[in-house]
């Protein structure tokens, strides 16, 4: 069974940073990519950042790419995503997901392959204001 806690969200003012935490109960934590997601209201749930399982190699979409970085911990089976110089249409529903094909599967091509990601977090609300 995977559970995934998110953790860090809150409100900032544009130009602020955040740290967005994951603890990941995984079994196989550290062979499993893992990333992040955000949903706006009224919007499609969109991928944000994703990190390899053994080089720990990032892949970030385009609206993100520069401001926000995805790093993790394996001893401590958690994901952290910095997230900096934040935007007002940064704000969102960010959720943890984990390469373990359960439910709702996204694939995302990253430069290192397609990653299933089909577990997730309930989220943390990031609102950036003006």
């Known amino acids: 069974q995977v559970q995934l806690v998110e953790s860090g969200g809150g409100l900032v003012q544009a130009a602020g940073s955040l740290w967005l935490f994951c603890a990941a109960s995984?079994?196989?934590?550290?062979?499993?990519?893992m990333g992040w997601f955000r949903q706006a209201p009224g919007k499609r749930r969109a991928f944000v950042a994703a990190?390899?399982?053994?080089?720990?190699?990032?892949y970030y979409g385009d609206s993100v790419k520069g401001r926000f970085t995805i790093s993790r911990d394996n001893a401590k089976n958690t994901v952290y995503l910095q997230m900096n110089s934040l935007k007002p249409e940064d704000t969102a529903r960010y959720y943890c997901?984990?390469?373990?094909?359960?439910?709702?599967?996204?694939?995302?091509?990253?430069?290192?392959?397609?990653?299933?990601?089909?577990?997730w977090g309930r989220g943390t609300q990031v609102t950036v204001s003006s």
């Open positions: 990190i390899n399982c053994s080089s720990g190699s990032p």
């Open positions: 995984v079994r196989t934590f550290s062979r499993s990519a």
């Open positions: 997901a984990a390469d373990v094909r359960n439910e709702n599967i996204v694939v995302v091509t990253t430069t290192w392959g397609a990653v299933y990601f089909g577990s």
